[in-house]
C-alpha cells in the first residue's frame, strides 16, 4: 500500500466547486504547500471550510472562492487578514460565518454522520439573521428550549498538515494543540495529508510516538511529501509563523497589483523555488516557536 | 489614602478590570489584549487566588505568564488546555472572559465581525469568533481603549457578535439563557449593565472625569449607579504586580497618548 504522490499529483485529484476542509488554525499548522499548489493550478469555485488563516486570504486573492464558512479569518499577531477583509468588502465572496463551537458541532455532526447538531450558541446574535438556512428547533423534551440546529459541515475533502506520515497514510502530529484536525479529517472523511517527512513504516520508525496520531488512515487518501511546507504558519514544535513574510504578504494588499507580485515573487513555480524565495530551509528551521 | 506614585491611565484600568474577576470563584480568567490579560493576571495574585489562567496557547499556569517573558523563565505547566477544552470549560459556563469589542450597544451586544451591512462590509474584521458562544454561556466583561460613540453606539451594533438584553433576536416563549455582564472598562469610567432591566450603568469615574462628559461620548442614556463613586485607584502594591506581569510596558502603547491615571479637571 502506497499513497504517496507528488504535490502535483494531489492537487490535481481536487476539482472545481469542491467543499475542502482545511486543518490547523489561523496562522498555525495550516497545509500551506498544498494551498500554494492550488494557487499554481486552474482550480477555482472553491468553498473553504476553515477556522481561517492566511490560506483563506490567499485563495480568495487568486479568484479561486466562491465561498467561505468559517468562525473566523486571522493571522493572529496580525489580527486581520487584508486578502479576505479585501474580497469581503468588495461583496466577491459568499459567506456562512459561524460562532467558533458552532463550526465544532458541524463538522462533529458530519463526523457523526448526523444532519444537525443541536445547540444553544449563535443564539440571540446575528449569526442567525445572516445565516438565513439555519433552522431553529424545539426540543422534544421541553418546547420552550430552543435550539439551533447546526447543520452537518461535511467537506468533500480536507487538506491537513502533519509532522511524519508513512506511505499507508499512518499520520502523527507533534505540537501542543491538535486544534480541530481530528474532526475535519472525519467530517470529510477523505484527507489529503502533507506532512513534514514521509516514513516507510511509522511502526517501524516512530512506534513511541504512536500517541500523537489524530486520525487513523482509512481517512487518509494521499500523502504528500511538504517539508517546511506549513510555512509562513507555525509547524509546532518545528518552527515558528514567519511574521516577516505575512507582513511582506500583507503589505502588498495595500498596493495596486500586490497580489500578482505576491505569486510571481513568492508563490513561484513550485515549492523547493518558494523555500528558496523565502529565505531558505535553514532560515525556516530558525523561526522561533511563538510565544505568547 | 494618599498616593505617592504617580500611574498611568492604563494601569487605572488594568486595576479597575481586574476588580471583575474577584468575586468569580474558581473559574477560567481570560483576558483577551494587552490591558485585559494583565488585569486577569492581577486578580490572580492580588484578589483570587483560585483563578485558572492559561498560556494563552494550550496550558494553564498557576502563575500569570509576564508579557514579552522569554521561554527559558516561563512559569510551568499545571495542566493542558488545548483549544477543544477551551470550548468545553466555556460551555460549562465555568470561564469569565474580557474581551475586547470594536461595537457595543445598551443591550451590552458587542461587535468585532464587521462594519457596515454584513453582507457587504464596509470594514471586515475578525468574524464573530466565539463571542455568540461565550455571552449566553459564561459572564464576559469587556475593557475599550477609547470611549466615544463610535465605540458605544446609538441603536445597535451593525452585528450582533455577543447576545445581550435585546428581545429582538429570540423566539417569543423561548427560554432564555442567563446574560452574565461583569464590568465594562473605558478610558473615561467603569460601567455594567446593573440599571433597572439591565440598563447600563456608571459604577465610578476615573479621577477628574465627569458623568456629562461620559454620557457625551456615549451613544445611550446612561444611568448613574446608586454609589456612583471615583474609580480606586491602583495601590503601590497593585503598580508593583502591574510591572511584574508587563516588564517591557507594552501597556504604554494600548491608550492612545498613555495619559496619566490623573487627569487634570478642564479649566
Known amino acids: 500500500m502506497n499513497k504517496q504522490k507528488s504535490l502535483r499529483e494531489a492537487v490535481r485529484s481536487l476539482h472545481d466547486g469542491m467543499v475542502i476542509g482545511v486543518g490547523g488554525w489561523g496562522a498555525r499548522r495550516k497545509p500551506m504547500a498544498l494551498v500554494r499548489e492550488i494557487l499554481r493550478s486552474d482550480l477555482k469555485d472553491l468553498t473553504l471550510v476553515a477556522y481561517g488563516g492566511p490560506e483563506v486570504g490567499m485563495l480568495c486573492a487568486a479568484g479561486k472562492v466562491r465561498k467561505v464558512i468559517y468562525g473566523f479569518v486571522s493571522l493572529d499577531r496580525i489580527p486581520l487578514e487584508p486578502y479576505f477583509r479585501k474580497a469581503r468588502e468588495a461583496g466577491a465572496i459568499e459567506v456562512m460565518e459561524l460562532d467558533e463551537g458552532m463550526f465544532l458541532l458541524g463538522l462533529r455532526a458530519a463526523a457523526e454522520g448526523v444532519p444537525f447538531a443541536p445547540t444553544r450558541l449563535g443564539m440571540g446574535t446575528d449569526v442567525l439573521t445572516y445565516n438565513p438556512d439555519l433552522r431553529l428547533i424545539a426540543s422534544p423534551y421541553d418546547a420552550q428550549d430552543v435550539l439551533v440546529a447546526m447543520p452537518a459541515l461535511k467537506p468533500d475533502i480536507s487538506l491537513i498538515h502533519v509532522s511524519r506520515a508513512d506511505r499507508r497514510g499512518n499520520v502523527q502530529t507533534d505540537g501542543r494543540d491538535p486544534y480541530f484536525d481530528n474532526l475535519i479529517a472525519r467530517a470529510s472523511g477523505r484527507v489529503i495529508v502533507s506532512a513534514e517527512e514521509v516514513h516507510d513504516r511509522l511502526d517501524l520508525s516512530h512506534s513511541d510516538m504512536a500517541h500523537k496520531s489524530l486520525f487513523d488512515r482509512s481517512v487518509v487518501e494521499t500523502v504528500v511529501a511538504a517539508p517546511l511546507g506549513a510555512h509562513p504558519t507555525t509547524a509546532h514544535d518545528a518552527y515558528g509563523w514567519d511574521m516577516a513574510h505575512l507582513k511582506t504578504y500583507c503589505d502588498g494588499a495595500r498596493q495596486e497589483g500586490g497580489w500578482d507580485a505576491y505569486m510571481s515573487d513568492y508563490v513561484g513555480a513550485d515549492e523547493p523555488a518558494y523555500l528558496e524565495r523565502v529565505g531558505g530551509a535553514d532560515a525556516i528551521r530558525n523561526l522561533s516557536i511563538p510565544n505568547l | ?267
Not at chain 2, 481570560?30 to 496550558?59: M, Q, S, V, Y
Not at chain 2, 464587521?114 to 462590509?121: H, I, M, T, V
Request: hydrophobic fraction near 40%; include cysteine; charge should be negative.
Open chain 2, 1 to 267: 489614602m494618599i498616593h505617592t506614585e504617580t500611574f498611568t491611565l492604563a494601569e487605572l484600568m488594568i486595576t479597575a478590570a481586574a476588580r471583575a474577576f474577584a468575586d468569580d470563584g474558581e473559574v477560567m480568567a481570560n483576558g483577551i489584549g494587552t490591558l485585559p490579560r494583565i488585569a486577569a493576571g492581577l486578580a490572580k495574585l492580588r484578589l483570587n487566588d483560585r483563578l485558572l489562567l492559561t498560556d494563552g496557547e494550550a496550558f494553564s499556569v498557576e502563575e500569570p505568564i509576564p508579557l514579552g517573558c522569554a521561554p527559558e523563565e516561563r512559569p510551568g505547566h499545571a495542566g493542558w488546555f488545548p483549544y477543544g477544552r477551551v470550548f468545553e470549560c466555556l460551555w460549562s459556563g465555568r470561564r469569565h472572559a474580557m474581551v475586547t469589542p470594536v461595537q457595543i450597544d445598551r443591550f451590552a451586544q458587542a461587535n468585532i465581525s464587521c462594519l457596515g451591512d454584513f453582507r457587504k462590509p464596509k470594514v471586515q474584521m475578525l468574524g464573530v469568533r466565539g463571542f455568540p458562544g461565550n455571552s449566553i454561556c459564561h459572564r464576559n466583561s469587556m475593557l475599550v481603549t477609547s470611549h466615544d460613540r463610535r465605540t458605544f453606539v446609538p441603536g445597535e451594533v451593525d452585528v450582533v457578535c455577543s447576545a445581550g438584553f435585546n428581545d429582538r433576536l429570540w423566539p417569543d416563549g423561548a427560554r432564555r439563557p442567563e446574560i452574565r455582564i461583569g464590568l465594562v472598562v473605558t478610558p473615561l469610567c467603569v460601567m455594567d449593565f446593573g440599571g433597572p432591566d439591565h440598563a447600563p450603568q456608571v459604577r465610578s469615574l476615573h479621577p477628574g472625569v465627569t458623568f456629562d462628559e461620559v454620557a457625551a461620548g456615549t451613544g445611550f442614556e446612561l444611568l448613574r449607579a446608586p454609589d456612583l463613586h471615583e474609580t480606586a485607584m491602583p495601590t503601590a502594591e497593585d503598580l508593583a504586580v502591574i510591572r511584574r506581569l508587563d516588564p517591557e510596558d507594552q501597556r504604554a502603547g494600548a491608550v492612545k497618548g498613555n495619559p496619566q491615571g490623573i487627569r487634570e479637571k478642564a479649566a
